[in-house]
């Protein structure tokens, strides 16, 4: 059996950040409304000519330089991102060009929140499956590009970023114990209108907007993720004591709030990033795991727990041993 181990994590923010108090000049909302529904304070915007792709190549390198791996080493790319450069080709194949990956597969996966989630299984079954030998699994958007700057809804919650995790293929009696565990995905497509975007090339021709019944996807969120959570700790003969870090999506504190307390878990085990980074879609649990690699407190051989719902609804879970 071989398993997929994590040899590296990075990660890149557009050098714009955006704060509620700047936002509230334009919009009716204020710096107290925003974070007290939310608990976020500020977001990264990307530069006009910013593109997906470019925040991607940043945190590929990023995630390269890490794992002291070259572009060229790399036997897939699986990309993340509800906001692509183009409608075709994927977004992953301009990563691949600028990496000097030559070889190998690129392309996208599309579940807007929960995207890493499901792009880092994807990957995981090609190690695991002996199809790859080393993976980039990236998370990018561009999300601000989506949103109604006039919908007080929705235009506070998202920002912009992108992180990524080179993943290896090693035969399990050899990880040290190391490694992605399991994976869990899960949809309920009778859920789609709840959370999507207006538009789309077959629908309106349209790039659209965000629309979103926030009570719903909160009621949602907060029932989906403790099951999921409770599915992979079970399938791994674990309990929530066994977790090291949970490092949810970064949709909103209250959502890691209630997640935290339903495993039981301290808030200073919850990693939540989404004061300064606001909900960056598919970008939000590599850019979290980033931060909490580069300030220590995430250590090789930790059990990391990484959770995430979007729109679909999708969700979805993986279990990593650091």
Not at 10 to 39: C, F, H, M
Request: proline share 3%; aromatic share 4%; glycine share 10%.
């Amino acid at each position: 059996m071989m398993r997929s181990v994590v040899l590296g994590c990075g990660s890149y923010l557009p050098a714009k950040s955006v704060t509620n108090d700047e936002i509230a000049k334009t919009v009716d909302t204020s710096d107290e409304w925003i974070t007290q529904r939310t608990g976020i304070r500020s977001r990264h915007i990307a530069a006009k000519d910013e593109k997906t792709s470019d925040l991607a190549i940043a945190a590929a390198r990023s995630a390269l330089e890490f794992a002291g791996v070259a572009g060229r080493d790399l036997d897939l790319i699986v990309l993340a991102t509800t906001t692509p450069d183009r409608t075709f080709p994927a977004t992953a194949v301009r990563v691949q060009r600028a990496l000097g990956m030559s070889h190998g597969a690129a392309f996208d996966v599309q579940a807007v929140c929960s995207g890493f989630v499901y792009a880092l299984a994807v990957a995981d079954n090609f190690l695991r499956l002996g199809q790859a030998k080393r993976a980039l699994v990236i998370g990018a958007e561009t999300f601000s590009r989506l949103l109604d700057w006039e919908d007080r809804g929705t235009c506070v919650l998202f920002g912009d970023g992108a992180g990524a995790v080179v993943i290896e293929a090693r035969p399990e009696a050899g990880a040290g114990g190391r490694g992605v565990l399991s994976t869990h995905l899960h949809s309920d497509g009778t859920q789609e209108d709840i959370l999507y975007v207006d538009g789309g090339p077959s629908s309106t021709g349209t790039v659209g907007k965000v629309r979103m019944n926030g009570k719903e996807v909160f009621r949602h969120a907060v029932h989906r993720l403790a099951d999921v959570v409770e599915e992979s700790l079970a399938a791994n003969g674990l309990s929530p004591s066994d977790i090291d870090w949970l490092v949810p999506h970064q949709a909103n504190q209250r959502i890691l709030d209630s997640t935290g307390r339903k495993l039981g878990l301290p808030p200073e085990r919850v990693v939540s990033t989404i004061a300064t980074h606001g909900n960056t879609s598919a970008a939000s649990i590599p850019l979290a795991l980033s931060a909490a690699i580069a300030d220590g407190r995430i250590k090789q051989g930790n059990l990391v727990l990484v959770e995430a719902m979007g729109g679909g609804l999708t969700w979805g879970a993986a279990l990593i041993r650091w």
